[in-house]
């Protein structure tokens, strides 16, 4: 219920541009790209998102949330360096590329900047306001370090001392990121019928970009989803975490992912481990199921990769002597 609330909002914020006749909508959007009206480019690339986007309306809360950043982000580097939005010059997009590098943000993350101001100008095409295009030869360096190893899982000891001192909610959800491999908003939306611990199954059904999958649990998830299920099985209350309720049929009281990084963040404090947010317990997850398997095509269809590129790069890796024992006898 929520999130069809929050749609139809978006929806109808998205009609204040979409409904407009097409020369008031030239007018409006020049107008904004003039004054550099950051409200209303906001609003204008949240509306072409809701109506043109791959995804339109179904466009993640956490994208448009991204974008919206990424939007204003630009617009503050635009009007501190006096570009014209509407005529921008030929080094205008390189030049905030090279000022991100500048500042110390790393290739990905200018990466996602720079969807972020393209999907902006998108949003002024669309609307009749420019036919300017800057950021489409715009090159950006690539970052040859893989991401598991910038970023590496948490290890075996640091998530047995986290267990050690969580409560019974932290637990469970550690369990489901570390080995079901969940990402947290897909966590968060599991419903008890989603649980299956007799036949150890999980039923993700708000994947990334919509795709629902099932996930084998692990014994010790299944465990510890018994357990879960004989202290807050439907028929209580509705949770809260003091500022939103979720729904009765929902498995956590957590009803946002930052509700949920602060309990975690608490426990990993108590256990003296550093918290460095869900995505590590994923990687390990992804980790230790490669090394038992060997085949990084199981392992991508386990966390939801629709490539094993991006299992490959961002979340398993194999010993660097793992072939040794394969290579006995040659």
């Known amino acids: 219920m929520t999130l069809d609330h929050y749609r139809g909002d978006r929806l109808t914020q998205a009609q204040t541009w979409a409904g407009l006749p097409d020369d008031e909508l030239r007018r409006r959007a020049v107008q904004a790209a003039g004054e ?8 204008l690339t949240q ?9 339109g309306l179904l466009t993640s809360p956490r994208t448009v949330e991204a974008y919206t950043l990424g939007v204003r982000q630009f617009l503050d580097h635009a009007t501190s360096n006096a570009v014209n939005l509407l005529r ?8 905030y590329v090279a000022a991100m590098l500048s ?36 090159k950006i360096p690539k970052d040859r370090t893989l991401g598991i190893v910038k970023r590496p899982p948490y290890q075996e000891d640091e998530l047995a001392d986290v267990l050690d001192h969580a409560d019974v909610h932290v637990k469970f959800l550690l369990f489901l990121t570390a080995h079901a491999g969940l990402r947290i908003s897909e966590a968060l ?10 036949n150890r199954r999980v039923h993700v059904r708000s994947g990334k970009g919509r795709k629902e999958r099932l996930v084998a649990m692990s014994t010790s998830l299944a465990r510890a989803t018994r357990h879960y299920r004989g202290l807050y099985a439907p028929g209580g209350p509705e949770h809260t975490d003091g500022k939103r309720t979720t729904p009765r049929d929902r498995v956590f009281r957590y009803a946002s992912p930052m509700t949920a990084r602060y309990h975690l963040d608490k426990a ?21 199921l490669l090394q038992q398997v060997k ?10 990769h629709e490539s094993i590129d991006t299992t490959r790069k ?3 890796k194999l010993a660097t002597d793992d072939l040794k024992d394969d290579l006995v006898g040659w």
Not at 36 to 43: E, F, Q, S, Y
Not at 47 to 55: C, D, F, R, V
Not at 112 to 125: E, F, G, M, Q, S
């Open 295 to 304: 085949d990084f095509g199981r392992v991508a269809a386990h966390l939801g």
């Open 189 to 198: 939306a599991l419903t008890w019928e989603d649980l299956d611990e007799a």
């Open 103 to 138: 500042a110390g943000r790393k290739p990905a993350g200018v990466q996602l900047k720079v969807a972020a101001a393209n999907c902006l100008y998108r949003a002024l095409r669309w609307a009749g306001a420019t036919e300017a295009d800057p950021f489409k030869d715009v």
């Open 36 to 43: 550099k009206d950051v409200d209303g480019l906001i609003a």
């Open 268 to 288: 990993f404090q108590v256990a003296g481990v550093k918290f460095r947010g869900f995505h590590p317990g994923r990687k390990y997850a992804g980790t230790r």
């Open 47 to 55: 509306a072409y998102l809701t109506h043109e986007g791959a995804s």
């Open 88 to 95: 921008p010059g030929r080094r205008d997009a390189s030049s």
């Open 314 to 316: 961002g979340y398993a």
